[in-house]
């Protein structure tokens, strides 16, 4: 049987942050109450476009799987924050890093949509249908961040990870997987007014990240858990055997319980969400970026993923590393320079923002 194995992993984070003490001076909150409740200490702000972010992350991803943009035989982007509704980012991606004529489609499952990615490519390069698939997840969330609403504002990050898949003889990869959702909670976390809906009962533009924090978060918790603990019964694997937990990071608090509804030590769960808050489906690839880099993850290693998000979705999957963790090569791929600071963009961004709806 052929498996679909990681070959390559990299990630994009735009240089200018945004701290929590950069939101004190922009609504009524504090540092220790946004540390506290969350675990986030500061986030990113892009002054790039998702699919430039996607690209480079690409890049690094296939610099470090040691092929070039024209081995690449399909390019699946996991995003919820689009350059544009059409083209597909995916495409503008495939231009970007110049992958011949791969094939290119945008996922979207909100956060759980990098998950959803690689149970897709993987299962088109075990069927022999994709050699090489490059799975992205890539967001920018601040373009749908309000200012005026303090409870989602604080929470949310751009950013960008990928990896490449390529077939292998001995077991890598995912070896169990659960893909779900429950559309009848639509509603509780949402982006309305950027689809058909807008032109019937929505203004057009006015768009912004609308949450009922509470109950998606009573909801990660029982959701994340169970589906890890299914994922992991189905690759025939238990609780010991888990070198390490790479779960979506929306917030601290989440990533624990979950943690601990599984019976986790901390020691065997990776966080970074204090350094770039909730990036949505670019979260789970710049965390097992950073788990390679940081040497969390060795050659066999047994890994869950999770993650949980607007649909609403959930994903999980048992992700056997494959034999390397050295990067094969690297990518000099860079954003396109910007000066701005993370206090400019969003400022700037939120008066686009208002004189839109207003117009
Ligand atoms: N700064 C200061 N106070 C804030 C605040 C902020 N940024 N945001 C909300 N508050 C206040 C509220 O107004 C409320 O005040 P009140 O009691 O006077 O009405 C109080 O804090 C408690 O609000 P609540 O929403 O109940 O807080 P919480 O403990 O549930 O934490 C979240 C809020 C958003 C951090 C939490 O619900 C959460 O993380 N939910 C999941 C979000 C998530 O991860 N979504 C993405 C999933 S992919």
Redesign the pocket.
Same mark, same amino acid.
């Given at each position: 049987m052929s498996y679909a194995a990681i070959t390559g992993w990299g990630k994009c984070l735009p240089p200018a942050v945004l701290a929590n003490s950069d939101?004190e001076t922009l609504?009524?909150?504090?540092d220790e109450?946004?540390t506290g409740?969350?675990g986030i200490k500061e986030r990113r702000i892009a002054a790039a476009e998702t699919s430039d972010m996607a690209a480079v992350a690409g890049r690094r991803a296939l610099a470090a799987a040691g092929i070039t943009p024209d081995d690449v035989d399909l390019v699946i982007l996991a995003t919820c924050t689009p350059d544009r509704l059409v083209p597909g980012a995916a495409a503008m991606v495939q231009e970007k890093i110049g992958a011949g004529s791969a094939g290119a489609v945008d996922v979207n499952a =909100?956060?759980?949509g990098f998950i959803y990615a690689l149970v897709m490519g993987t299962a088109l390069v075990r069927a022999g249908s994709a050699d090489r698939v490059l799975v992205i997840g890539a967001e920018k969330l601040s373009t749908w961040i309000d200012l005026r609403d303090?409870?989602?504002?604080?929470?949310f990050g751009d950013g960008a990870g990928a990896v490449v898949l390529e077939p292998s003889d001995v077991p890598a990869g995912l070896m169990a997987s659960e893909l779900g959702s429950d559309g009848a909670l639509a509603d509780i976390?949402t982006v309305k007014g950027s689809g058909t809906e807008a032109l019937v009962d929505g203004t057009p533009g006015d768009t912004r990240i609308e949450?009922e924090?509470?109950e998606?978060?009573k909801r990660?918790v029982t959701t994340m858990g169970d589906a890890a603990a299914r994922v992991l019964a189905a690759a025939g694997l238990d609780l010991a055997d888990v070198d390490l937990l790479v779960p979506?990071q =929306?917030?601290a608090?989440?990533i624990d319980a979950t943690a601990r509804r599984l019976g986790l030590g901390e020691e065997r769960v990776f966080t970074n969400i204090g350094s770039y808050g909730?990036t949505?489906a670019a979260s789970i690839p710049i965390a097992l970026t950073e788990a390679v880099e940081q040497g969390r993850i060795a050659p066999g290693s047994d890994i869950v993923l999770v993650?949980?998000?607007?649909g609403l979705t959930w994903a999980a999957g048992l992700l056997r590393w494959g034999e390397r963790i050295e990067p094969v090569g690297e990518s000099s791929a860079m954003l396109p320079s910007s000066t701005e600071s993370g206090m400019e963009l969003i400022r700037r961004r939120q008066r686009a923002r208002e004189a839109s709806w207003d117009g």
């Open positions: 939101f609504m009524d909150t504090t109450w946004i409740r969350t =909100a956060c759980s303090r409870s989602t504002a604080v929470l976390l949450m924090g509470r998606v978060f990660a979506h =929306a917030n608090r989440i909730n949505s993650a949980f998000g607007g």
